[in-house]
Structures are given as structure tokens and as C-alpha cells.
């Protein structure tokens, strides 16, 4: 099956593929995003795939997920070791395994909470890092008041449209459309322009400050 037409270019970098590793829980919607992923970016034209890795499936267990997106065939399959975005979905996972391994230097890094880098016990990694590139995005409060379900995956994803340009907003409404028809997807598209929003805002602060 063929890609469809174009809509958008892809990150200009010197590697054609893009490589996403999203962190969460069980029950978090954390497979699901990498593939809501995989199919906006399908959708604007370029090749991805996506898939998972269970340390264990039951509810709240950590559960990695990956989302790999190329303006050329994908041959390779294995887990993504260097990633040039980290999504994490529940904050707690950020002190009990080294999510930041293997980050590119000028990667992008959004995760769900309320509070900064520094409150939650991270701030070495605005000097690690591009801080302008790093961002929280409180996903599961803007899904409880757009979904009335504390599920951030969709969330997060209008976030990360906003964070790294590497796929529209548009079509990661238009993924999650696909995925949830009525009701539940249109809460979660209100839910991920929220989170675009918030993302270009905060974004638009860092650059005056």
C-alpha cells in the first residue's frame, strides 16, 4: 500500500529517518500513540511504522512504544535505541529507568505533568540538552477536561505537533478521527489543539525570556 500525497516536509535532518520512543503504563494508551503517530505522518506522505515492547501487559505496568517515520521505505525493525524525541506519558517512570538514554543532543522531549523540569527532580537535562527543545504539557488534566478520562496519549501528541513540527496538527486530528469517530475523537482532537496550544505558547515564552 502506497502513501498518499504529500502535505508536509519532513525535519530537515541528515538521516531521512525520525525515531520516537514514547514511555508510559499499562492502560495509558501508550501503543496506541506510536501508531496514531505512524498514521499522520502515513497520511501526509512519508513511510513509518510503529510497534511496542511489554516488560509486562498488565495495567500499570511500563510499556515502551516506537514510532519510526522516513520519506523512504523502513527496513529495519528492531527497538529504537537513539531517539530524536521522547514522549512520557506518566512522570513517575522518570526516576526508575534511564528514560534519556541514547537521546539525540538536540532532541525533543515532552512529557505529561504540570510541574517543570527542575520540580520534578530533572533540571540537568535543560544543560544536557537544547532547553528549548524540553517541555511538560499537563495532558492528563486536558484530557479529563475534554474527554473526562485521564487518557493523554492523543494529548500528547498535539503537543509533540506543536514541540517539533515533525508532523501537522491536522494530521494527528485526522489519525485520531480515524481511530476514534465521534464523541471520543472529537474530545480528543479538542484535547490535542489544547495541547498545541499550550506548546506554542510556551515555546513563544522561552524565545522572549
Known sequence: MRPGP????????????????????????????????????????????????????????????????????????EPIAEPDALIVQDPTLLHQVDLFDGLDPDGYILINSTRSFEELGIGELLERFSPQRLLTVPATELAREHLGRPLPNAVLLGGFAGLSGLISLESVSAAVRDRFPGKLGEGNVAAAQAAFDYVRDEIEQVAHA
Open 6 to 77: 504529500r502535505t508536509r516536509s519532513v525535519v530537515a535532518k541528515e538521516e531521512s529517518v525520525y525515531q520516537v520512543r514514547i514511555h508510559g503504563r499499562g492502560g495509558q494508551g501508550v501503543v496506541t500513540a506510536a501508531e496514531l503517530l505512524s498514521v499522520a505522518a502515513f497520511m501526509e506522505g512519508r513511510h513509518a511504522q510503529a510497534f511496542p515492547t511489554f516488560g509486562s501487559e498488565r495495567t500499570g505496568a511500563p510499556v515502551v512504544s516506537f514510532c519510526r517515520i522516513d520519506e523512504r521505505p523502513i527496513r529495519v525493525r
